[in-house]
């Protein structure tokens, strides 16, 4: 596509509920990421897909976090039991390549997906 | 624990003016920065990259890099009521690295 697409845009949820939230990278870029946002703070790194494989994982705050990326394409960032904390905006970026210093390294971001645990 | 240190502002600046955002960064092996715009409740948009010390100029925008000071700026000239945002700063270490560390960001307000 021509952007990084996300879905939901909006996510309501009651605590312990699990929750899925969608990535459609750009077409042809083989890194993909996901941040979170909390208010008033900068994004904050979860996970790092190179292709299928999740290649850095170290973000992820516990085990109730997980992603998926099994095509190469599409990811999708799983939670399960969800608490109040986990409430944030969840960010999906895309890159061409990774790793180096130049411009097919730079992330371009989704809409992101906003979680609400009540 | 890699740091990168924005001044949350608010930063105001009356319309035509310079606004000048400043970055500091813990890491010293880092190789690539960036300065992101983002407007209230939608996601982070590039607006300038940085990997060499000196400066960079793109239109209204440039950013400045000392690495030996650990110090990446922005600075925007003329500035206008549509570049009210919040800029955010982020640095990723080594060539072989991938994983972006974002300042907390600040907010910029240009007064018309």
């Known amino acids: 596509g021509a952007g990084v697409s996300q879905t939901p845009s909006n996510k309501v949820t009651e605590k312990g509920k699990y929750v899925e939230l969608r990535c459609d990278p750009i077409?042809?870029?083989?890194?993909l990421y996901w941040y979170r946002q909390s208010l008033g703070q900068g994004p904050e790194f979860l996970i790092y897909?190179?292709?299928?494989?999740?290649?850095?994982d170290s973000g992820l705050p516990n085990d109730r976090f997980f992603a998926v990326r099994p095509e190469g394409s599409v990811s999708t960032l799983k939670i399960q039991r969800t608490e109040r904390g986990d409430s944030a905006v969840y960010l999906c970026?895309?890159?061409?390549?990774?790793?180096?210093?130049?411009?097919?390294?730079?992330?371009?971001f989704g809409a992101g997906s906003r979680l609400t645990v009540l | 624990q890699k740091e990168v240190e924005q001044n949350s502002g608010p930063l105001s600046v009356p319309e035509g003016a310079i606004a000048s955002l400043n970055c500091t960064y813990s890491?010293?092996?880092?190789?690539?920065f960036f300065w992101y715009r983002q407007y209230s409740g939608k996601s982070p948009e590039l607006i300038m990259s940085?990997?060499?010390?000196g400066d960079k100029e793109d239109g209204r925008f440039t950013a400045q890099l000392n690495k030996a000071s650990q110090y990446v700026s922005l600075l925007i000239r003329d500035s206008q009521p549509s570049d009210s945002a919040t800029y955010l700063c982020?640095?990723?270490?080594?060539?072989?690295?991938?994983?972006?560390?974002f300042g907390k960001g600040t907010k910029l307000s240009v007064i018309p």
């Open positions: 970026a895309s890159s061409l390549t990774a790793g180096s210093n130049s411009g097919a390294n730079v992330l371009t």
């Open positions: 077409s042809g870029h083989t890194a």
């Open positions: 897909f190179q292709g299928t494989g999740a290649a850095d």
């Open positions: 890491d010293r092996v880092s190789q690539s």
């Open positions: 940085i990997y060499s010390n």
């Open positions: 982020a640095v990723k270490s080594g060539a072989g690295s991938y994983q972006l560390t």
